[in-house]
T-cell receptor, first 116, second 109 residues
Framework: GAVVSQHPSRVICKSGTSVKIECRSL??????MFWYRQFPKKSLMLMAT?????????EQGVEKDKFLINHASLTLSTLTVTSAHPEDSSFYIC????????????FGDGTRLSIL | GQSLEQPSEVTAVEGAIVQINCTYQ??????LSWYQQHDGGAPTFLSY????GLEETGRFSSFLSRSDSYGYLLLQELQMKDSASYFC??????????FGQGTELSVKP
């Protein structure tokens, strides 16, 4: 079945650091990937749609300069949290679908980001 | 706006059957998905309904009625390992998902 890999699984770093999270589709090509954020005991909130070869589409209220997304190939999207602060601490999860965009999404294992 | 409603928590005993309902109001609809998430883990895909009717996958079944903007997840022969959060999610144009707030299922012995 479709497999999405996310790395790293956990990051702990100091305030002001920039953190890069990678999302890879291992056995299929994904022209579109999605990035979500989840706070404890809360639902997943879509942050942005990552489009291969073009700019990401951000949801309302998500700072594009804060959360940089790059989708340089059909199997890799990266999310960089720039100048991270404690309020950016959260669980970040990527997803991708095999085939056309309206197919079910498969999620990576998530990255737990803790900013001290 | 987009909204999905599902119960916040459900409790059942091992071996029982439980149904988790989901109603939605969204601008656009391509399908309804269900995901399971254990504490500390990522969501795991369970089922997807694009058309009305029942989809069965082992102990789990999912139902959709587009005219009622309603769906449910049915879990049979409950096991302790089924204790988790369950999310319904609507697929919008382009494949992006809008999630419900999640239902925490507790399975008791």
């Amino acid at each position: 079945g479709a497999v999405v890999s996310q790395h790293p699984s956990r990051v702990i770093c100091k305030s002001g650091t920039s953190v890069k999270i990678e999302c890879r589709s291992l056995d299929f090509q994904a022209t579109t990937m999605f990035w979500y954020r989840q706070f404890p005991k809360k639902s997943l909130m879509l942050m942005a749609t990552s489009n291969e070869g073009s700019k990401a589409t951000y949801e309302q209220g998500v700072e594009k300069d804060k959360f940089l997304i790059n989708h340089a190939s059909l199997t890799l999207s990266t999310l960089t949290v720039t100048s991270a602060h404690p309020e950016d601490s959260s669980f970040y999860i990527c997803s991708a679908s095999q085939g056309q965009g309206n197919q079910p999404q498969h999620f990576g294992d998530g990255t737990r980001l803790s900013i001290l | 706006g987009q909204s999905l409603e599902q119960p916040s928590e459900v409790t059942a005993v091992e071996g029982a059957i439980v149904q988790i309902n989901c109603t939605y109001q969204t601008s656009g609809f391509y399908g309804l998905s269900w995901y399971q998430q254990h504490d500390g883990g990522a969501p795991t895909f369970l089922s997807y309904n694009a058309l009305d009717g029942l989809e069965e996958t082992g102990r789990f079944s999912s139902f959709l009625s587009r005219s009622d903007s309603y769906g449910y997840l049915l879990l049979q022969e409950l096991q302790m390992k089924d204790s988790a959060s369950y999310f319904c999610a609507v697929t919008l144009q382009g494949g992006k998902l809008i999630f419900g707030q999640g239902t925490e299922l507790s399975v008791k012995p």
